[in-house]
């Protein structure tokens, strides 16, 4: 087998090791294999191989690696009260102005709420949960 060939072979290891243990860490190693891989198709000995599987680990990492995690982590799971925020749901009991306490519904569960730009909001007024403050849901008008 040629040094291209174990470059390839090594370079789909990783790659399917990515899938066992995510993080995109494997993934970038895999990238620097199939660099020297290319390298080792053209009439280069075995220490630019390995520079060139050095610089495109390297690369990826800085590079591949920081847009591979925007993409494809976003932020996790919200649970508890905090998936509650960005959720649309219906004023019950009228939310006074200056931060009195009104009701509402989300999800079909009833919570306290609270109109953050304090202004009054009438039942059957559709809001948007935008804080959560203990039990207290803290809403804005939804806009259409």
Do not use: Y
């Not at 660099?35 to 591949?64: D, K």
């Amino acid at each position: 087998m040629s040094a291209w060939q174990l470059w390839t072979v090594a370079g789909v290891g990783l790659m399917i090791a990515e899938v066992i243990a995510p993080g995109f860490w494997l993934l970038s190693v895999a990238v620097g294999c199939f660099t020297a891989a290319v390298t080792g198709l053209l009439p280069f000995g075995l220490t630019t191989q390995v520079i060139a599987f050095a610089g495109g680990t390297v690369a990826s990492l800085v590079l591949l690696r920081p847009f591979l995690l925007r993409r494809f982590q976003r932020g996790g799971v919200r649970t508890g009260v905090e998936a509650l925020i960005g959720k649309a749901g219906v004023i019950t009991q009228r939310l006074g102005p200056h931060g009195q306490n009104g009701r509402m519904l989300v999800d079909g569960e009833d919570w306290r709420a609270v109109s953050l730009d304090e202004s009054a909001l009438e039942p059957g007024t559709r809001v948007i949960v935008v804080e959560v403050d203990g039990a207290t849901l803290k809403v804005e008008r939804e806009t259409s």
